[in-house]
C-alpha cells in the first residue's frame, strides 16, 4: 500500500505555533522540534500497524480504520479517536480527554513524501517525513 514503509522527519512548517496552541510548554516544544522521528507503516487492508521512533520513546500500535482507539501524545497528552480512508489521504479526527477539544490530522504520500498535517483550534502545522 501506498503508505507502507519506514519515514524518517525532514521538516516542520508551524509546528512550534500548533505545539503552542496545543499548551505544550517551551522546554518541551524545542525538545520535539529536534525529536528525529521514525514512523514504519504497514497496511494490510483497513488495518495499519504503526511505530514511532523517536529521541523521547518508542511506541507500536494497530489501528483499524473507523474504530475509535486510545493514543498518547508524545508530551502525554491523551487523545480517543480514529483514522479513515478519504482517496489517498488518512484523515484522523481526534478528541483530547483533558479538555475535550478536537485534533485534526491527515497523511497522505506525495512523490517520496509523507505529509502530516494538524489543525488544533486554528492553528495548522505540517511534518514532512521522506523515505528512510
Do not use: C, P
Amino acid at each position: 500500500m501506498t503508505f507502507n514503509g519506514a519515514w524518517k522527519i525532514d521538516r516542520n512548517e508551524n509546528y512550534e505555533k500548533f505545539m503552542e496552541q496545543m499548551g505544550i510548554n517551551m522546554v518541551k516544544r524545542k525538545l520535539a522540534a529536534h525529536d528525529n522521528l521514525k514512523i514504519t507503516l504497514e497496511q494490510t487492508g483497513d488495518k495499519f500497524h504503526v511505530k514511532e521512533s523517536s529521541n523521547f520513546r518508542t511506541l507500536e500500535l494497530d489501528f483499524t480504520l473507523g474504530v475509535t482507539f486510545e493514543y498518547s501524545l508524545a508530551d502525554g497528552t491523551e487523545l480517543s479517536g480514529s483514522w479513515v480512508m478519504e482517496g489517498d489521504m488518512l484523515k484522523g479526527v481526534f478528541t483530547r480527554k483533558d479538555n475535550g477539544k478536537q485534533l485534526s490530522t491527515t497523511r497522505i504520500v506525495q512523490g517520496d513524501e509523507l505529509i502530516q498535517t494538524y489543525n488544533y483550534e486554528g492553528v495548522d502545522a505540517k511534518r514532512i517525513f521522506k523515505r528512510a
